[in-house]
């Protein structure tokens, strides 16, 4: 029997099998979309509204040119830290990073934050989605389910945190504008 579930795999795995597992969460923020994107281009600032991050820093300098695929932060979440490596960079809509430093179990993670605007509210429909490969085989695929869960308590954190900032910023400038400080 080891023989023909072996085969039965490595058939999945030469067929084209699809091995990543998705997980999406969306929110609709009350801002426009690059009042939105100002928050997430401060890529090292992470940890000042995501309550899941206690400190997040650059692990490189900036380019001369401003570019900034390639560019990495490192995270420090509890006794996790994580680097992450910007992969797309597409203002004021996309913006992905690969996730490095998780268990080896998990071969690749890839966090995907999606910004449209929506037209009836004027504010911006935010999605975080998380693709994570763990490989073919069942047990693999089950694994990636279980951490897809957690990347998906952790996307819902983060979106939380991003709303609350984007408020806070907005409660700031209004005060600001009508000549009282906070």
């Not at 091995?19 to 609709?28: A, G, L, N, P």
């Not at 992450?84 to 960079?89: A, F, L, N, P």
């Not at 890839?110 to 998380?130: F, K």
Request: aromatic share 4%; proline share 7%.
């Amino acid at each position: 029997r080891p023989d023909s579930r072996s085969e039965l795999d490595a058939g999945c795995a030469r067929q084209g099998a699809e091995t990543m597992i998705t997980v999406e969460r969306s929110r609709t923020i009350a801002a426009a979309p690059p009042v939105v994107w100002d928050v997430l281009a401060r890529f090292d600032e992470l940890a000042s509204w995501a309550d899941n991050a206690d400190h997040t820093c650059w692990l490189d300098s900036a380019p001369a040119d401003g570019a900034m695929i390639g560019r990495a932060r490192r995270v420090q979440a509890g006794r996790v830290v994580l680097v992450e490596t910007i992969t797309v960079w597409d203002p004021p809509t996309r913006l992905a990073y690969t996730l490095g430093g998780l268990p080896p179990v998990v071969r690749s993670a890839v966090n995907e934050w999606r910004l449209a605007a929506d037209s009836p509210t004027g504010g911006t429909v935010v999605t975080l989605a998380s693709h994570i490969d763990c490989g073919p085989r069942p047990p693999q695929q089950l694994i990636a389910r279980l951490v897809g869960r957690r990347f998906a308590s952790a996307s819902e954190v983060m979106l939380e945190g991003l709303a609350g900032r984007i408020s806070a910023d907005e409660m700031i400038r209004d005060n600001s504008t009508k000549g009282t400080t906070t």
